[in-house]
């Protein structure tokens, strides 16, 4: 699995100096920072679970995500609303991780997973020691909200300096990439965001994720009064960001580009046909073509691969 020219040169340097391969935050770091230097965002995509996971890295995705949303969704089927606990999202993110080692994953953190500062370090203690390469969290209320519904609410940007505090002190490797949520654009404007976004930067966020954008110039903005900050783009679809390309989002100084859930809709709209289809005909013939066959499946476990080591082991 390709991970960029970057992580490739941390690996072989690893490897020369006969030193241990470069870790998850190394990995996610040298990823970023090339799409930086060539002006092209990295596309990180949403993967609610181990197979999906599979499925992302065969297709060469370089970088993961797990969405809490997608995890209230998937994983407890329900909202979005601070339902999810840290465990919850520290299991789902393991079986990520175990399957795809190599590949960082990026984790949605909501706000810490808690209401002390000694919830936050033990949310990324936790979450480091099962491979993640890196966490967001934002500057909402426990009691939080999806960020493209309303009535959100923020907290001081104090207490927000607290959280990313905290999550810097509980992180072991200092290249577990922290990131910094802002939802205060939609709640108090650009200038106040940027304001705010300069002191969680202080506070050692490696990278700021600007929820709710409605125009490219909202990115520059923040790029002109942060320099050299990784801005991240959540592109999720039916929200209130438009969908743009990756080239706009480059020309805008975005070094990452976020498809939280883009496949996990797709999948449901499958399912949906093939429930109505099986209730309706009374079988699944005329949804055929929405299914994966047995051989593709197949292929994105390795179920051959696996099978022949079970062989070897049998005929003994």
Known sequence: MATGRDARGLAAAAAAAGGDAPTPGQRMRALVKEA????????????????????????????????????AISSLGVPDLGVTALADVAEDARR?????????????????????????????????????????????VVAKRCGHRPNKQIVSTEEMVHRITAAVDGRRDPSFFIMARTDALATEGLEASIARCKEY?????????????????????????LPGVPLLANL??????????????????????????????????AADKVFETLIQEGTQVPAMDTLHTREQTYEVIDYHKHEQTLDKYQSK
Request: charged share 20%.
């Open 96 to 140: 990520i991780t175990r399957v795809c080692p190599d590949t960082p994953l990026l984790v949605d953190i909501d706000t810490g997973f808690g209401p002390s500062i000694f919830n936050v370090k033990r949310t990324i203690e936790d979450l480091e020691a099962v491979g993640v390469a890196g966490v967001h969290m934002e500057d909402q």
């Open 236 to 269: 999720t679809e039916f929200g209130k960001t438009p969908l743009w390309s990756l080239p706009e989002l480059g020309a805008s100084h975005v070094a990452m580009a976020l498809y939280p859930l883009s496949a996990f809709r797709a999948m449901s709209k």
């Open 201 to 225: 930067v202080a506070a050692g966020a490696d990278a700021l994720f600007v929820e709710a954008v409605t125009e490219l110039s909202q990115y520059q903005a923040f790029a002109n009064e």
């Open 36 to 71: 930086q230097e060539d002006k092209k965002p990295l596309q990180i995509v949403g993967t609610i679970n181990a197979y999906c996971a599979l499925m992302a890295e065969k297709k060469n995705f370089k970088a993961l995500y797990l969405s809490g949303g997608g995890v």
